[in-house]
Nanobody, 114 residues
Framework: QAQLVESGGGLVQPGGPLRLSCAASGITFSTHVMSWHRQAPGKERELVAVITSGGRTNYADSVKGRFTISRDNAKNTVTLQMNSLKPEDTAVYYC????????WGQGTQVTVSS
């Protein structure tokens, strides 16, 4: 019954911002490590950003300084604020929750193109 639903993806021009959200249900959200991952065509899925239950964060080198992950335990949501987007950020972005088990969202497409 656990479910993660991403939203906010779409087409954006290089340099622009985009905010992705992930709404969780069916889990004790506050105890889970939440993360964002992405997969571009022909490439492996990679970790983009992670935030622990205590609010500690980490980022892939490729997005550090441009992306910010945050969580709102009252709303059971995790957000990825993406700024200064580059064409190489184009990918399907996935939300993940993990405690003892691991849950994945369905993904949302982000396309950075002029």
């Amino acid at each position: 019954q656990a479910q993660l639903v991403e939203s906010g993806g779409g087409l954006v021009q290089p340099g622009g911002p985009l905010r992705l959200s992930c709404a969780a249900s069916g889990i004790t959200f506050s105890t889970h490590v939440m993360s964002w991952h992405r997969q571009a065509p022909g490439k492996e899925r990679e970790l983009v950003a992670v935030i622990t239950s205590g609010g500690r964060t980490n980022y892939a080198d490729s997005v550090k300084g441009r992306f910010t992950i945050s969580r709102d335990n009252a709303k059971n949501t995790v957000t990825l604020q993406m700024n200064s987007l580059k064409p190489e950020d184009t990918a399907v972005y996935y939300c993940k929750a993990r405690e003892w088990r691991e849950y994945w969202g369905q993904g949302t497409q982000v396309t950075v193109s002029s």
